[in-house]
C-alpha cells in the first residue's frame, strides 16, 4: 500500500518516469535508448519502496512509548529540553535512511498539547546537533504517565516534513500521522521516570518497537 501523506510526490515521479520512457521508445537509439528505458523503471520501483506504508500491530500495554519510525537508534542520552517537557530527561534518536518505511506513528496515547514547526538548516541528520539546528516538526502530547516530547527532523536530503496532526487532537499509539520525505530522523525526549528499553545501534519500527516503559506500581 502506498501512503496517503506521498501520494502527490509519488504521481509526479510516476509521471516523469512514463515520460521519459515515451520518450526513449519513441525518439532515441543506443545508449540513451537504453537509459531511458532503465532510469523510469528505477524510479518508479524506488518510489513504491519508499512511499510503502505496511501495517503494524502496536502491543497492547498502556505504560509504553512505541516508536515514531522505522530506523536504526543514534542516541540513547540524557538532556534538559526546555520547550514542552522543561524538565531533564533522556532522549532516544532514530535515524531513517532512504530504504526505511518514511510513515510516522503516534508514540503514545494522549492529547496534543504543543505543536510547533521550526524553519532551520539541512545538516546531515545523523548529527548530534540536527536535532536544535535542523528544519523540524515538534509535537508535545500529555499522556496518563505525564508528557511525551518528540520530533520530526528534516536532513541534508530531506526537504519535505509531512504531519497531519493539531492542537487539542486526541491520539491514540501506533496510529499514523505523517512522514519525512527521503530519509532523515525523529527524536523522542521524557522525563526521567520512564525506562529505555533500546540501546544505540537497535533497529526499530514504527508502532511497533518499544522505547520507553513506564514502571508499574507495585
Partial sequence: MITKYGYSTFLTIVTISLLLLAIGLMFTTGILFYLLIIIPFFLIIFSINFFRDPARKT??????????????????????????????????????????????????????????????????????????????????????????????????????????????DEVKIGSRFGMIKFGSRADVVVNNKWIPKVHKGDMVKAGETILFEYPKEK
Fill in 59 to 168: 502491543p497492547d500495554s498502556e505504560n509504553i512509548i512505541v516508536s515514531p519510525a522505522d530506523g536504526k537508534v543514534l542516541f540513547v542520552k540524557k538532556v534538559s529540553e526546555n520547550n514542552y517537557l522543561k524538565e531533564e530527561g533522556t532522549q532516544i534518536s532514530i535515524f531513517m535512511s532512504p530504504l526505511n518505511v518514511h510513515v510516522n506513528r503516534i508514540p503514545v496515547d494522549g492529547k496534543v498539547e504543543f505543536l510547533e514547526y521550526v524553519k532551520g538548516k539541512f545538516i546531515r541528520a545523523f548529527e548530534d546537533k540536527a536535532s536544535e539546528k535542523n528544519e523540524r516538526t515538534e509535537i508535545g502530547i500529555n499522556s496518563k504517565f505525564g508528557k511525551v516530547f518528540f520530533t520530526q527532523v528534516a536532513g541534508f536530503i530531506a526537504r519535505r516534513i509531512v504531519y497531519k496532526i493539531d492542537i487539542g
